[in-house]
């Protein structure tokens, strides 16, 4: 049993996303395609799904790239993890470019990025001239890596 629901309008002929095994943590978006669409290399196009969500409040879903893509054809999300706000009412769609040297071709169908669904907190932001000091202290990328 599902702790939360989102109720979804799915507007593609597609199965509605859905977790592939009992432990996943992303349900796969599927293009909602007329026609196939071929990337070029560096090539970068927005996908429709054909899908539109309502989130409870107080969480958000994220899309992420789907490995398998990323690794045998090199398309993935390109502002991973993009986000969907709770109170978004459009069509998701998602931005996929092509890393590869080759075209590549997306289907209508074809499993495009995955979605995470996730509760989120919103902080009060508090300006200050001064904050508490770590050990860490400025160090920034890398500088806990090689000497």
Do not use: C
């Not at 989102?6 to 507007?11: A, R």
């Not at 706000?85 to 995955?114: C, F, M, W």
């Not at 996730?118 to 806990?144: I, M, S, Y």
């Amino acid at each position: 049993m599902a702790d939360i629901i989102v109720k979804i309008i799915n507007k593609s002929g597609n199965e509605l996303p859905a977790y592939a095994t009992a432990d996943a943590a992303g349900m796969d978006l599927r293009a909602h395609l007329e026609t196939a669409v071929t990337l070029q290399s560096l090539e970068r196009v927005l996908i429709p799904t054909g899908l539109f969500m309502e989130l409870p409040a107080g969480y958000e879903a994220q899309i992420r790239p789907r490995s398998g893509l990323a690794v045998k054809q090199g398309l993935t999300v390109l502002n991973t993890p993009g986000t969907i706000d709770a109170d978004y009412r459009g069509e998701v769609k998602i931005i996929i470019i092509n890393l590869s040297n080759e075209p590549q071709t997306i289907h209508p169908g074809d499993r495009v990025a995955q979605m995470v669904v996730a509760p989120f907190v919103q902080v009060a932001v508090q300006p200050v001239t001064v904050l508490t000091e770590t050990v860490r202290g400025e160090g920034g990328f890398g500088h806990t890596g090689k000497s």
